[in-house]
């Protein structure tokens, strides 16, 4: 059975597609289990669709019961204050269960000394992960197009685009590639022990030439207003209504494009045997929600 927590984010719910598409039955952790078989529908419970169950990652029974029988697992959780400790917790619990192969997703410059506090703590779960004895694959995917939509308000309603990475480029990849990835790796006899695949686009991209290509589609123009990283931290609490701790995390990795330059590799395609989808690809697929 392969088993894919963090199901209900946009990553899982993308790798329960990937494995659906496959005709790999799958096993969907939530901690709410109604909801989710609800969204799924008729691929929940059937023959070759998803085994929906109930688990919270802070309740460590919940976590080995959901676990039994699991050959291969996706370890991925939202950010948040306390993603290492729950996140730790599953490598645990996973070690305790059996578990032959965690496929987990990370971040980049997963890092002792990196100077972003979520990359320290994907590498404290890195570590834990290859001291478990299980046999790890990690995930390093750059930044997620489907965030590009929380863009919009601020597209809509000004014609801005506001960020803190001066001209820095950015490595953008489709939620649907890193899912399809990690679906290869999950089906697959383990690789190496702690490979690691660093995930991006064809191309990296800065905010000013992104605002160009969105207001191509749109027909508008958009500028992009670049702060510093303090004054984007305050606009991220103030104007997007971000907690402070996410609105530090968004400076950081904003910051860690500007100190640590981006470039595409060809992960995705050595594993898929495809390229990476396109960001334009992308755009014009959801250009709409940027009129």
Known sequence: MITVMGASGATGSALL????ALGVPCRALTRDPDRLACQLGDRA?????IEVVGADAADPASLRAAF???????????????QVELELAAVD???ACGVGHVVKLSAPAAEPDAPVAVSRGHYAVEKRLLESGVAATMLRPYAFMQK???LADGIKAGGVIVGAMGDAPCNYIDVRDIADVAAALL???PGPAGAVYHLTGPEAVGHAELAARIGRLTGRQIRYIDLPPEAFREHLVRVA???DWLAAHVTEIQQLAVSHPERPTGDVEAVLGRPARTLDAYLAENAALFR
């Open 17 to 20: 597609d990937s494995l659906t």
């Open 45 to 49: 419970h059937s023959t070759w669709g």
């Open 68 to 82: 039994a029988g699991t050959r291969a697992l996706f370890l991925a959780m939202a950010n948040s204050p306390r």
């Open 93 to 95: 619990a996973a070690a």
């Open 148 to 150: 590009l939509p929380l």
């Open 187 to 189: 089906v697959r006899p």
């Open 241 to 243: 209504g971000m907690p």
